[in-house]
């Protein structure tokens, strides 16, 4: 029998399309489904590409069903925090709208495995910095909480029917595909290590730090940076746990170690042998002082072992592709 089908939501973006790739090497059988508002078509490298909405219903069904889906890994959604701060609504549309439309298409067709892309945005400022999987939810931006309601729907939904889920709530994603066939080139980013990058090879002027009177060691925010290939792996991982009959679960996906911005700039610096014009700015509002990954669970559960926690393969991958993208 032929192998069941996994359709990749938002899988010509930057994360999807990393782990649309490593399934296909994998052996699955993809299908992307985007409709290329901030995705690249030549992002896609295998498997068959379908430009179009998550919310269009009509077509998803067809897809679930011509592709014999057992599994959906959902990417599509908008994610840029202040564009959510203005335009809340586009927010709630796109990414909770949008996943309700395809979790009830989902039920219908008997999907039987969910893996979804949730954000350390649903913490939004834990006291001590550390973000636990059992602590409290409280987003302080539109974007973080259309991704909280998601997780929510997925959660219920999991409990009604027999469709399974693993919700992966990814830290501070940067770098690209070490052999350099996938990368971000998101348009206008506003994401501290691509903005480091685009301006150490001369596509910005300056960059900012936005505060440096943080209680940290340096006085500058600090994160919990993963790379993205060691992130696309830890969708694998998910998808055998739940095809080992693994409960519904939802893990941090970190290294659980934080890296401040001055440390960011000065590796960004120091590899790409170039001075930044680094401009102090006041903090942004909406910043966490800190925000770190308890990154336990997943290596315990999910079995993931990273395999690029170095913030020189971070930097230095992120700024092999901003020299060279290849779209
Ligand atoms: N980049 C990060 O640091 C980060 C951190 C936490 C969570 N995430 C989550 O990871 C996922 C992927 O993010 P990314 O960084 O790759 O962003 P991205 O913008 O590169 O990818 C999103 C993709 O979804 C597509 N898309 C958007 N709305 C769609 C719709 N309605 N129908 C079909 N396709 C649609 C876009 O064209 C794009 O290709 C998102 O769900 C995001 O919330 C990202
Ligand atoms: O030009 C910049 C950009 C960022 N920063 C600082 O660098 C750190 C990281 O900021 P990013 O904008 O790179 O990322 P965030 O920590 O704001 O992450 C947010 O956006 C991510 C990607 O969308 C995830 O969703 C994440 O969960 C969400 O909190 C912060 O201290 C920020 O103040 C700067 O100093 N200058």
């Known amino acids: 029998m032929p192998a069941k ?17 490593m399934l296909a090497e994998a052996g699955e059988r993809v299908v992307v489904l985007d409709d290329l508002s901030t995705g690249f078509a030549a992002a ?6 379908i430009i179009g909405d998550v919310a269009d219903s009509r077509l998803v069904r067809g897809l679930l069903q011509a592709h014999d ?9 908008r994610t840029v925090v202040p564009e959510s701060v203005s335009d ?19 039920a219908q067709a008997g999907v039987k495995h969910l893996v979804f892309s949730s954000t350390a945005a649903v913490y939004g400022i834990p006291e001590d910095g550390l973000a636990r999987e059992d602590g409290p939810t409280d987003p302080i931006n539109p974007y973080g909480r259309s991704k909280l309601m998601s997780e929510w ?23 690209s595909d070490p052999e350099g066939r996938i990368g971000q080139s998101t348009r206008q980013a506003t994401l501290l290590v691509k903005v480091a990058c685009e301006a150490a090879v001369g596509r910005r002027d300056h960059v900012a730090v936005f505060g440096n009177d943080y209680p940290t060691p340096d006085g500058t925010g600090v994160r919990d940076y993963i790379h993205v290939t060691d992130l696309a792996a830890a969708h694998l991982d998910a998808l055998n746990y739940l095809r080992r009959g693994g409960p519904s ?23 790409s042998g170039r001075r930044l ?24 559960v999910l079995g993931w072992t990273p395999r690029h926690d170095d913030l020189e393969t971070i930097v230095g991958t992120a700024l092999a592709w901003e020299r060279d993208p290849a779209y």
Do not use: K, W
């Open 5 to 21: 089908g996994i359709l990749v939501t938002g899988g010509a973006g930057y994360i999807g399309a990393h782990v649309a790739l």
């Open 44 to 49: 896609v490298h295998q498997g068959e590409l």
């Open 69 to 77: 889906v057992d599994t959906v890994m959902h990417f599509a959604a």
């Open 88 to 106: 809340p609504l586009g927010y709630y549309h796109n990414n909770t709208c949008g996943t309700r439309s395809l979790l009830q298409c989902c």
């Open 153 to 175: 729907m997925l959660r219920d939904l999991s409990a009604a029917t027999s469709l399974r889920h693993v919700a992966l709530r990814y830290f501070n994603v940067a770098g």
């Open 249 to 271: 679960d939802t893990f941090n996906v970190g290294y659980g170690h934080g890296t401040s911005v001055r440390q960011v700039l000065d590796t960004v610096q120091r590899l």
């Open 277 to 300: 014009d680094i401009r102090e700015r006041p903090r942004r509002p909406g910043d966490p002082p800190s925000l770190v990954a308890a990154a336990e669970r997943i290596r315990q």
